[in-house]
């Protein structure tokens, strides 16, 4: 059985508000790195920082962050 | 953004220096530690061990003194909670876990090592501490330095 994982859509609405990597760490006051890790799922956010990007990102959390089921064998 | 990741960078390289001294330092000090143990070596080798043990000395109050001129230009550009986020936060949690745990580690192998040869405490000790600055230094630097890319 592998654990359900945290997928996030940070690339694709970036892309869509024309950010990049670094103007989104600047208006959520993180580094760069930070914002490359969680897009990647390197990095699971805490819930201020998942808020804090769904607000620069003009998105609700939910739309932003999503569980992918683990499969159960 | 650009001065944030400078300063990174700048901060990991002192890292580095600094446990590589600390382990010079250190080390070279535990090696003149063994050979008090065992009787002495002969003269090349102390001379060898001391040399390197005063390198190693300086080489860390060097890299702890521009550690605190970091931090001051840290605190002057104001960008401290941001080059101390969450990721930062994370790296240090993971780095110091591994620092716990390779102490542990030297202190199991050092009890097992101990029951077929005698040595001072102070082998012991200085061996654990060397791991116990060394591993969590090390570690939260190659953390911070992989750029998250390598990812799922």
Known sequence: ?????????????RARH????????????????TINTVENRVFIP?????????AALKSPVEELFYLERGTDS | MDEVARLINQ??????????????????????DMIADIGSVGEPWDTILTLVLV????????????????????????TQAVIEDELFQHNTRLATRAGFMAMMGAL?????????????????????????????????????????????
């Open chain 2, 11 to 32: 901060r990991n390289r002192l890292l580095i220096v600094a446990a590589c001294s600390f382990v010079l330092w250190q080390g070279a000090w535990l090696g003149q």
């Open chain 1, 18 to 33: 024309n950010y990049t990597q670094a103007q989104l760490a600047e208006a959520v006051g993180v580094t760069r790195k």
């Open chain 2, 55 to 78: 390198l190693g000395s300086i080489g860390w109050v060097v890299s702890t003194m521009l550690y605190l001129s970091y931090a001051s230009k840290v605190t002057k550009t104001g």
């Open chain 1, 46 to 54: 805490s819930t201020v920082l998942a808020l804090k990007l769904a």
């Open chain 1, 1 to 13: 059985m592998s654990a359900d994982q945290l997928g996030n859509r940070i690339k694709e609405l």
């Open chain 2, 108 to 152: 199991a192998l050092l009890l097992a090592v101990d029951t077929f040869i005698d040595f001072s405490a102070t082998i012991a000790i200085r061996a654990t501490m060397i791991l116990g600055v060394f591993v969590p230094l090390v570690t939260f630097v190659m953390r911070d330095s992989s750029d998250g890319e390598k990812a799922v």
